[in-house]
């Protein structure tokens, strides 16, 4: 075999093992991204480079090899990028080798990779880029045009003595090389999309079980939830774990108010007060993200909302730093970390939207179809859940409605005796009580004709005892004696007479401004202590203010003071005291007498009741109407270790400097 078919044959075989092999390394990038055609366009060069070592040299500066096989097929099969890079890194090597076949090397080099490119966007029209003919026609196609550049770019007789030399062999040779590496490659292709394919297969089921994954992790974790707090949280959860959740907003449909309410809001992480953000009215067809969303049922992505943003053509809301949610755009500092990308789809459930589930994104571009799908089966799980935590509420409230309308029947018929029972009592009550202000009008009627014929005579007895007292003032004490003893029963008797008279008929409170001090001292200095009991005075000697009609404040302290001397025969000590609090002065009487007997506490201030010997039982329900009639109120207690306590609490007067003078002469106090 002469050298020529030897060296060609040999460079041809080196090229096309070596295409063949960074073809397929360089098809594993993805053709329609540029790094991969960039890095096949290199591989395509670096292999005309490595014929263009190895050629056949058939005079000084005129060498022969498989470039144009390469360079052809780069463009046929790579596209212009890869055919444009290979010619480029190739044409330079050439012109780097320089010589006398410098311009028909670097026409060969353009022009293989020009008609590889026409080649392809021919055949892809026709559908025929894969058939051998068409690859062998190709290859003559390239060869021809190489002998051209030959006989043409060649200096002087160069050409023709080279086509006689080389032209056989070549259109032998490199057609059929060209048929050859072309069925390699798009064999290699061929699997390398079925490759891909299989991968893409792979990834949408792998995407789906993803998807089936996530969903049902979601609605294991909804099935107990009630709560539409604890709802919205865990589905940010699993949002914030499937993709980027820069934001995360629920927003709930009034359908009949046609007002969408912001119910959950996650900015970076941290919850907000959603109830601060305004409802926002629906809006016509084609307008606002939420209301379009609500309208159409459909998710709607927007790669970059800011320049909608920024125009004023939606309404915008922001947050500050210390969380306060205000209208309007962010600052333009704060602007860099503003949301661009924007995922709302609509919650769904039985058909019907009832709200929007919305993520949002610093970062143009940031959702895909998958998420879209993801977030598009976690909302309708949501929505399920809230209409669930909704029929679950309602259900509820109707069974604790049902439950107290059973409890209030079972108890209304549990107590039907106790309540006729006390209807019964309170009729009876009622009766008495009627039966008792009778009897209590009669009484007064009554009181008030005999007090009046009661009275002279008291009084004419009264000035007698006097009368005597002063004319026989060297009496035997026997007689004097019987004088005292006529003096003190007419003063009980016209005190009986006074009380019935101040119950039938009570008088208006003739009101004065003075100290409870004052009041206290005027009740005292007409009240005479037995022998055996001994007074403790806790009280100042003014204290504070008090506007209340003086002489019935008085009548009641003496009626207590007396009540409290009777309750201690045998002796004992009567404590009298005067405390402020909350706008009241409180005077206490207190005795270490017998005390009160339970069963008599209820009746101790009714009129004509009296556990006594002598009275009526009129003096404390007197008191009680006296004081009520000064705005004040009286109770009483059972003493620590004994006795009764008698409590009297009274407004403090206008003006008042409260607490003025109280506390030093609490401090100091009296006692006797």
């Known amino acids: 075999m002469p050298s020529i078919y030897r060296d060609l044959i040999s460079n041809v075989a080196l090229l096309l093992a070596l295409s063949t092999l960074f073809n397929y390394l360089t098809r594993r990038w993805k053709n329609a991204e540029w790094p991969g055609q960039v890095l096949g366009g290199l591989a395509f060069g670096l292999m005309a480079i490595a014929g263009m070592i190895t050629s056949f040299r058939f005079s000084e500066g005129i060498i022969y090899d498989g470039r144009s096989i390469v360079l052809g097929l780069a463009g046929y099969f790579g596209g212009w990028i890869v055919g444009s890079l290979a010619a480029a890194l190739a044409g330079a090597y050439r012109l780097w080798l ?21 080649y392809r966007a021919f055949c892809s029209r026709r559908g025929e880029c894969d058939r051998p003919i068409s690859l062998y026609l190709f290859g003559l196609l390239v060869h021809l045009a190489v002998l051209l550049w030959q006989y043409f770019g060649l200096p002087g007789n160069a050409g023709p003595q080279a086509l006689r030399t080389v032209g056989l062999p070549m259109m032998i040779i490199f057609p059929a090389a060209t048929l050859l590496t072309g069925l390699l490659l798009a064999d290699q292709e061929r699997h390398i999309l079925a490759a891909k394919a299989l991968e893409e297969s792979e990834s949408r089921l792998q995407s789906s079980l993803r998807l089936s994954e996530a969903l049902n992790r979601l609605a294991l974790a909804l099935g107990e939830a009630r709560d539409l707090g604890a709802i919205f949280s865990m589905a ?18 009034d359908r009949e108010e046609e007002l969408i309410h912001a119910a959950y809001v996650v900015v970076q992480g941290e919850i907000q007060d959603a109830s601060r953000l305004p409802p926002i009215p629906l809006e016509p067809e084609g307008q606002g993200t939420q209301s379009r969303v609500i309208r159409s049922g459909e998710p709607l992505y927007i790669s970059d909302a800011r320049p909608a943003l920024l125009e004023g053509t939606r309404k915008v809301y922001s947050i500050g730093d210390d969380g306060e949610i205000l209208e ?17 789809v609509p919650m769904k459930a039985e058909g019907e939207t009832l709200g929007v589930m919305q993520v949002q994104s610093w970062k143009v571009d940031a959702y895909s179809q998958e998420d879209a799908a993801l ?17 679950y509420e309602r259900l509820q409230e109707e069974i604790a409605r049902l439950a107290e ?67 026989r003032e060297d009496a035997p004490v026997q007689e004097r004696e019987y004088l005292d003893l006529i003096q003190k029963q007419v003063t009980s008797a016209m005190r009986i007479v006074n009380d019935l008279l101040e119950f039938t008929r009570p008088r ?47 009548q ?16 004992g000590r009567l404590e009298i005291s005067v405390s402020q609090a909350e706008g009241e002065v409180c005077l206490s009487v207190r005795d270490t007498g017998v005390g009160i007997l339970p069963e008599h506490a209820k009746r101790i201030f009714e009129p004509l009741f009296s556990t006594k010997a002598r009275g009526f039982g009129l003096g404390l329900s007197i008191s009680k109407n006296l004081i009520e009639a000064n705005e004040g109120r009286i109770w009483f207690e059972p003493a620590e270790g004994g006795g009764t306590v008698f409590h009297i609490a ?23």
């Open 236 to 253: 940010y959860d699993h949002v914030a774990q499937a993709m980027d959740t820069a934001s995360f907003i629920v927003s709930m449909f």
């Open 405 to 471: 309308a059973h409890k209030a029947i079972e108890s209304y018929s549990e107590h039907l005796e106790e309540m006729v029972d006390e209807r019964t009592r309170a009729l009876r009550e009622a009766q008495e009580e009627l039966l008792r202000k009778e009897r209590l009008s009669t009484m007064g009627q009554l009181a008030s004709s005999v007090a009046h014929e009661v009275r002279n005579p008291l009084g004419v007895i009264t000035n007698a005892v006097y009368f005597l007292k002063s004319v």
């Open 650 to 672: 009274l407004p403090v007067g206008a003006g008042e400097e409260r607490g003025a003078g109280l506390n030093d002469a609490e401090e100091e106090g009296m006692s006797s």
């Open 328 to 344: 309007g755009p962010p600052p333009e500092e704060e602007r860099e970390e503003w949301t661009r990308s924007m995922l709302l």
């Open 508 to 554: 208006e409170p003739q009101r004065e401004q003075l100290t409870i001090g004052s009041i206290l001292q005027r009740a005292l200095d007409g009240f005479s202590l037995p022998e055996g009991i001994s007074l403790d005075l806790k009280a100042p000697e003014n204290g504070p203010t008090v506007v209340v009609d003086p002489f019935q404040i008085q």
């Open 98 to 118: 320089g010589g006398a076949g410098t311009l028909a090397g670097v026409g060969t080099i353009l022009t293989s990779a020009a008609l590889g490119i026409a």
């Open 375 to 391: 977030l598009s089966g976690m909302a309708n799980l949501v929505a399920g859940a809230v209409q669930n935590a909704r029929l």
């Open 556 to 571: 009641v302290i003496a009626n207590l003071l007396s009540n409290a001397v009777q309750a201690m025969p045998e002796g």
